[in-house]
């Protein structure tokens, strides 16, 4: 949490639940033979599940309806027996496995990953390859392969593509600055009703001269708020810069003059192809290019142009880390007093990467605008906040691919999970998958926590090399303000 | 306050009476300097000066107010009252000084000569324009960036104008590379310099503890500094590497044109490389002088270096305190 004191070395890096559940189970002998036997095992797993039979008793093995006559009860022990016997086997394997051996499972698997990291040093770097390449040919491998379903799948590309654009964008803030931000959703929206209301109020503005305007916008805002968090540290930044993306939504939301309020604002443009629309007929893309009309060439314009914005959003970035300004932001990261101490003008400094950050939201804001056709605040809630920024952390602060992996897991496992039919073929035709992606997300997300504390690539690539490049551990990076 | 410190001065000095080498040409002017936090009064109407290219020791008991000085020096703290005067150019710049205080100015140019009153600048205008670099008692690496890095950044300022702000920089412009390769090359001098050019592509944090020590003055320089303020730089360091340490001061101050102002506990180091040395006592400067001087002076044995040494008893006043204290007790002895 501060910023100055490392954490303890990967390897040793046992999950702290765990730890805490040990130090915290005084009813347990100390000592090691005792605490892994099966005798123990068995009597805390059974603890755990008689707490879950109390607590569920009334949740889940009660159920009040309304009848004639008043309420009536009905009593569900089989769910109630259900999930008690879950949390039971849980709670057992997690004790044989995790918490009461010498050798915890999760400690195994992070220093199996660890090697792996370790025996292929260049795996990012080719992986980064390997998905830019198929980034590139994606829609026509799509449209080759899965032809009937490619819009589908070019649709959840283009969402997957939204999210790394603003991940990458957050990263800046957040991964290099070290300033956490859960107020970005603010500067998508930004550039989102940037581009809806220019181009309500002015015939002439497309997208392309709408996208310019809505950066330089939301990076206006971002200096904005940039001013009032520039003194605050820690926990206050973090709650300020909440409390920012909730006024824009607010304040969308009830100016109904100027915004439309709760009804949004549809009928954005889409873009054009150097002015060519995608109609069917006479002057548009299809026509003047002599190929048949099909509604899959405006998804594939569109994620071609998201793909591109992403690319440029990256490639700034990556330039900007070996720039002065680059490395004063990862330097305030690391320590803020030290930098004052050599000059850097850290006001600056922290505007320009809120500026920044914010400016690529901005894009990526007037592109959901123009894919949507239509918004309102209900797009850019806390949740979406919130959602980026687990994208950012998940993947490692400061790491360009990891924002990538965390985006696909992320976006695309949620997507996925409402396309898992076969599953109410098992759990019988009321299942339905896509209510549990919460559920899920959340699990997956704590195990992502405990085997990689500092995200899926926690390493950070140096940014001058005299001789050797030599990637430098999370342990040694400190996370900055808020964490 | 010339006339406090040459009393504070033992008659004997060599030098009482002449005007000294840094009352002459002072690279930094302490005037009236206090520091109050809340009741408590850090710095009590302090003044000295640091000459142009000495070395010199402030020193004094633990919560004597030494840092507190070094902050409000370097900004990190706006002093309640005094002014401190940074000059660039030789001589007391009398003129200037007065112009710009008077004028409600920061700082005043004019050629190669400048006057800077830091009390009234912002803490990083203090390193980038009146070109003053610090260490930290605690060191303040950035502890996940390189040891190339961390001298990269010290030279911020430079590459900022360089890269156009950036923008130059962005578009690719010959004109940083060109400017990124020179910073490279000088932080590789400052690497051999302090013996850390092995560690280079390192990251910070993994350095043993003296190596830290010498990276932090190493990254002071890459400032290009007019003044090098260092918090305890022998702290925690062994005999040979305080000796390495010595060595490193005694270069800087020969081969650039770096006046040093440092705090430090290690007699060793003080009396060995200051050409002057303020004693503080309390917030209250008690002596001032060469080390010798200081070294003799009643005040400071009594204040700072103690009197349990049998041997260091040569003063008076102090004997005759000690007689007193042993009358008593033999009283006390003898009535019981």
């Known amino acids: 949490m501060a910023a100055g004191t490392p954490t303890a070395p990967t390897a040793s890096n046992r999950p702290q639940g765990a730890q805490r559940a040990l130090e915290e189970r005084g009813d347990m002998p100390p000592a090691a033979d005792h605490r892994t036997s099966m005798a123990g095992s068995l009597r805390d797993a059974a603890t755990a599940a008689f707490l879950v039979f109390v607590l569920g008793f009334f949740f889940l093995g009660v159920r009040s309806d309304i009848a004639p006559g008043g309420l009536t009860l009905t009593f569900r022990w089989?769910?109630?027996?259900?999930?008690?016997?879950i949390v039971f086997g849980a709670r057992l394997l997690l004790n044989i496995f995790v918490f009461r051996t010498a050798r915890p499972l999760t400690?195994?698997?992070?220093?199996?990953?660890?090697?792996?990291?370790?025996?292929?040093?260049?795996?990012?770097?080719?992986?980064?390859?390997?998905?830019?390449?198929?980034?590139v040919i994606l829609p026509f491998f799509f449209t080759y392969f899965f032809p009937g379903r490619e819009r589908q799948y070019?649709?959840?590309?283009?969402?997957?593509?939204?999210?790394?654009?603003?991940?990458?964008?957050?990263?800046?803030?957040?991964?290099?600055?070290?300033?956490?931000?859960?107020?970005?959703?603010?500067?998508?929206?930004?550039?989102?009703?940037?581009?809806?209301?220019?181009?309500?109020?002015?015939?002439?503005?497309?997208?392309?001269?709408?996208?310019?305007?809505?950066?330089?916008?939301?990076?206006?805002?971002?200096?904005?708020l940039g001013f009032p968090v520039l003194r605050l540290r820690g926990d206050y930044l973090a709650i300020v810069t909440l409390a920012f993306g909730e006024i824009i939504r607010v304040v969308l939301l009830n100016w109904y003059e100027f915004t439309g309020g709760p009804d949004g604002i549809s009928g954005i443009p889409k873009p054009t192809f150097f002015g060519l629309e995608f109609v069917r007929g006479e002057g548009g893309f299809a026509d003047f290019f002599g190929i048949p009309f099909h509604n899959i060439h405006r998804f594939i314009y569109l994620y071609y142009i998201i793909f591109i914005l992403a690319i440029i959003t990256n490639l700034v970035t990556l330039r900007l880390r070996k720039m002065p300004v680059g490395r004063a932001w990862e330097a305030l990261r690391e320590d803020e007093i030290a930098c004052r101490s050599l000059g850097i003008n850290t006001t600056n400094t922290k505007l320009t990467a809120f500026a920044l950050g914010a400016m690529f939201g901005g894009f990526a804001g007037s592109f959901f605008a123009t894919r949507q056709g239509f918004i309102s605040p209900e797009s850019f809630t806390f949740l979406e906040s919130a959602i980026i920024l687990a994208i950012v952390v998940l993947g490692g602060l400061g790491s360009q691919i990891g924002v990538v992996i965390s985006s696909i897991v992320m976006i695309g496992g949620i997507e996925l999970l409402r396309n898992l039919g076969f599953l109410s073929q098992i759990f019988g035709p009321n299942f339905e998958p896509t209510q549990y992606r919460m559920l899920i997300f959340g699990i997956a997300m704590v195990l992502i926590m405990v085997w990689k504390p500092r995200g899926l690539v926690s390493t950070r690539e140096p940014t001058a090399v005299l001789k050797e490049k030599k990637r430098i551990g999370a342990d040694m990076v400190a996370q900055g303000e808020g964490h | 306050?010339?006339?406090?410190?040459?009393?504070?001065?033992?008659?004997?000095?060599?030098?009482?009476?002449?005007?000294?080498?840094?009352?002459?040409?002072?690279?930094?002017?302490?005037?009236?300097?206090?520091?109050?936090?809340?009741?408590?009064?850090?710095?009590?109407?302090?003044?000295?000066?640091?000459?142009?290219?000495?070395?010199?020791?402030?020193?004094?008991p633990n919560g004597a107010g030494k840092t507190t000085v070094f902050n409000c020096v370097t900004g990190f703290y706006k002093p309640t009252e005094g002014r401190t005067v940074m000059r660039h150019g030789a001589g007391l710049l009398q003129d200037m000084v007065d112009e710009v205080t008077a004028g409600g100015l920061r700082s005043i140019r004019d050629g190669d000569k400048a006057v800077f009153l830091l009390e009234r600048m912002p803490d990083f205008e203090i390193s980038q324009f009146a070109r003053v670099a610090r260490t930290f008692q605690n060191i303040r690496l950035f502890g996940g960036m390189t040891v190339l890095e961390n001298l990269m950044v010290a030279q911020h300022n430079t590459l900022m104008?360089?890269?156009?702000?950036?923008?130059?920089?962005?578009?690719?412009?010959?004109?940083?590379?060109?400017?990124?390769?020179?910073?490279?090359?000088k932080a590789v001098y400052w690497l051999e310099r302090t013996r850390l050019i092995e560690r280079a592509d390192d990251p910070a944090a993994d350095l043993p503890y003296g190596d830290q020590r010498r990276l932090e003055i190493a990254r002071a320089m890459c400032t290009e500094p007019h003044l090098l303020?260092?918090?305890?730089?022998?702290?925690?360091?062994?005999?040979?590497?305080?000796?390495?340490?010595?060595?490193?001061?005694?270069?800087?101050?020969?081969?650039?044109?770096?006046?040093?102002?440092?705090?430090?506990?290690?007699?060793?180091?003080v009396m060995e490389i200051s050409d002057h040395v303020v004693v503080l006592d309390y917030g209250v400067k008690i002596a001032d002088g060469d080390a010798i001087q200081v070294k003799n002076d009643p005040k400071v044995i009594a204040a700072y270096l103690g009197v349990d040494d049998e041997a260091e008893i040569d003063i008076p006043e102090v004997r005759k305190d000690l007689e007193e204290v042993e009358q008593a007790a033999s009283d006390e002895g003898s009535a019981s």
């Open chain 1, 107 to 135: 400690q195994r698997m992070g220093g199996a990953i660890s090697a792996q990291g370790r025996a292929f040093p260049n795996l990012g770097k080719w992986l980064g390859r390997a998905l830019f390449a198929f980034a």
């Open chain 2, 229 to 269: 303020c260092l918090d305890e730089p022998a702290a925690g360091l062994n005999p040979r590497e305080s000796a390495e340490l010595n060595e490193l001061l005694q270069f800087i101050r020969a081969e650039h044109a770096t006046s040093i102002l440092l705090i430090e506990h290690d007699m060793g180091v």
């Open chain 1, 154 to 224: 070019i649709d959840l590309a283009i969402l997957i593509m939204t999210y790394i654009m603003l991940g990458w964008g957050l990263n800046i803030v957040v991964g290099l600055a070290g300033l956490l931000d859960l107020g970005y959703v603010a500067f998508y929206a930004v550039g989102a009703y940037s581009f809806a209301l220019l181009a309500q109020h002015f015939e002439f503005i497309g997208f392309w001269t709408a996208l310019p305007l809505a950066g330089l916008l939301a990076a206006f805002w971002g200096i904005i």
């Open chain 2, 161 to 185: 104008t360089a890269s156009i702000y950036t923008i130059g920089g962005l578009i690719g412009l010959p004109g940083y590379r060109v400017a990124e390769k020179a910073a490279k090359e």
């Open chain 1, 78 to 85: 089989g769910l109630l027996a259900i999930a008690v016997a």
């Open chain 2, 1 to 60: 306050m010339v006339s406090a410190s040459q009393s504070a001065a033992p008659a004997a000095a060599p030098m009482t009476g002449e005007q000294r080498k840094w009352d002459i040409d002072p690279v930094l002017t302490v005037e009236h300097l206090t520091m109050r936090f809340g009741g408590l009064v850090a710095v009590n109407d302090l003044s000295f000066n640091v000459g142009r290219g000495d070395i010199t020791a402030l020193i004094g």
